[in-house]
């Protein structure tokens, strides 16, 4: 008895406690249930291995209760991380848009040959993607190209219809950048909103939406520098700034270099993935000392080809193919009279320190002179490098389809020489201008591939080498 009464005063007092408990208390007791039964599941487990039994049911379930949560934690973290490849889609996606910047730029140099870039005097992005209607509106973008530079002192004699024919190739133009960034745009927002690529080429998607809307400002600045007498110097011809004109292009070559790349990379790492043994022998192979000095040298060419094709975009912008229209000699000689090269007359200050800048960036003579100049340079760097390619430890090292390539920018290059002399002969023909514009961009492209294909991708390494750790064990 003397028991059984301390007993009894115990569970009295502690019966409230137990019984009569508050809303907060519930809600704080439900919120440690998960791990006061997960602390019950481990003692469980913990005590059936202990037990030296093979199985027991209650190990057993506890067992699949674990793995099961486990499983879903797994589940909800994937749904939330980034993957660590991207889709081959992705890559297609990237690739085709590439190919219509191609277009594009080909088209641009159309637009600016048959002199039609400056036929849309307002910049409109939205209402602007629809052309003229009605009668009505046509008199109405007709009388505002009037009032221009370039109908007053090229075209006072046009009438509608012709008008008609430059503007509309002025309207592709621009409905086909508009077009582009929303073919981009949209399914990068996509694409990152559902985690389905990478959180570098996240990074580069962006950065490539941001480069094609800076684009479209670059172009209608570029194109407002044509429409004011006070931009260029009196009585010369109605043109835009040339290098409004280059920058135009540069970025429009950006970004077609930064698209080809980044589906280039996410297709060559499907393919290393797809047999880890053999791709882990081609990167060793690519890392051989002996093809370094010929990696550099491809990276130096890709430098050296879009500076080239820059140097051609001056010669456009100042219509410089248009005059000594021989090859290999200038006039009389190789090269210009001195006087003419280095004329006074482009100097913007009383001193002349702007003699020597200027002359290379805006007098014609000196500008077709420097494009030729490295246009040549360029061609003898590529055979140079073709014939590094065919000697020594690099003819041994190199994989066979970095020397495929290096065979294929001969062909390019060859094939740009010879339309580039073409167009300079026939004095800048529409077609064969437009052919050379497209020749450069794949020459760039041809140069592109082949440092491509000479690289080694660390992140692909890094996964290669897992997937073998896994394979082993």
Not at 360 to 385: G, K
Not at 455 to 468: D, K, S
């Amino acid at each position: 008895m003397a028991l059984i009464v301390p007993g009894i005063r115990r569970v009295a007092l502690q019966a409230p406690s137990r019984f009569f408990i508050c809303n907060q208390c519930l809600r704080q007791s439900a919120a440690s249930r998960p791990r006061f039964a997960s602390r019950i599941l481990n003692v469980v487990r913990s005590r059936s291995f202990a037990d030296a039994k093979p199985t027991t049911p209650l190990g057993t379930m506890a067992d699949h209760v674990a793995s099961r949560s486990a499983s879903m934690h797994a589940q909800e973290l994937s749904k939330t991380a980034l993957p660590k490849t991207n889709p081959k889609s992705v890559a297609y996606w990237l690739i085709g848009s590439a190919v219509s910047v191609f277009g594009i730029v080909v088209w641009g140099g159309l637009t600016r040959l048959t002199e039609s870039g400056l036929s849309i005097t307002e910049w409109r992005p939205v209402t602007g993607s629809l052309p003229p209607m009605s009668q009505q509106d046509w008199d109405s973008e007709f009388e505002k190209y009037r009032a221009s530079p370039e109908f007053k002192l090229l075209n006072p004699h046009m009438t509608i219809d012709e008008f008609k024919k430059i503007y509309f190739m002025e309207w592709a133009h621009r409905v086909w950048g508009r077009f582009i960034g929303l073919s981009f745009v949209l399914p990068t927002v996509y694409l990152i909103a559902r985690r389905r690529v990478t959180t570098k080429m996240a990074f580069n998607l962006v950065g490539i939406s941001a480069l094609i809307g800076f684009q479209g400002f670059i172009g209608w600045w570029m194109v407002k520098s044509g429409l004011k007498d006070d931009l260029f110097a009196p009585g010369s011809h109605p043109r835009v700034s040339q290098y409004r004109l280059t920058a135009h292009l540069a970025t429009a070559f950006v970004c077609y270099s930064w698209m080809l790349l980044s589906g280039l990379a996410i297709l060559r790492t499907h393919r290393l993935l797809a047999d880890p043994k053999a791709a882990m022998s081609a990167l060793r192979a690519l890392q051989n000392p002996a093809l370094n000095a010929f990696r550099r040298s491809v990276f130096a060419l890709a430098t050296l080809t879009f500076i080239t094709i820059m140097s051609g975009a001056l010669v456009a912008g100042l219509d410089a193919g248009l005059i000594y229209n021989e090859f290999p000699k200038m006039g009389l000689g190789l090269t210009p009279p001195k006087a003419e090269l280095w004329d006074k007359f482009y100097c913007r200050k009383e001193d002349g320190s702007d003699l020597w800048w200027r002359n290379i960036l805006e007098n014609p003579s000196t500008v077709q002179m420097d494009h030729r100049i490295l246009a040549v340079s360029t061609f003898c760097a590529i055979l140079a490098l073709f014939a590094y390619s065919r000697t020594g430890r690099v003819a041994a090292a190199l994989p066979k389809d970095a020397r495929k390539g290096a065979t294929g920018l001969v062909h390019l290059a060859s094939m740009q020489v010879a339309l580039g002399i073409s167009t300079l002969i026939y004095m800048v023909p529409i077609p064969l201008a437009a052919a050379h514009q497209a020749g450069s961009l794949a020459v760039l492209t041809g140069a592109l591939v082949l440092a491509h294909r000479l690289r080694v991708p660390r992140p692909t390494l890094r996964m290669i080498e897992q997937r073998l750790k896994q394979l082993k064990q």
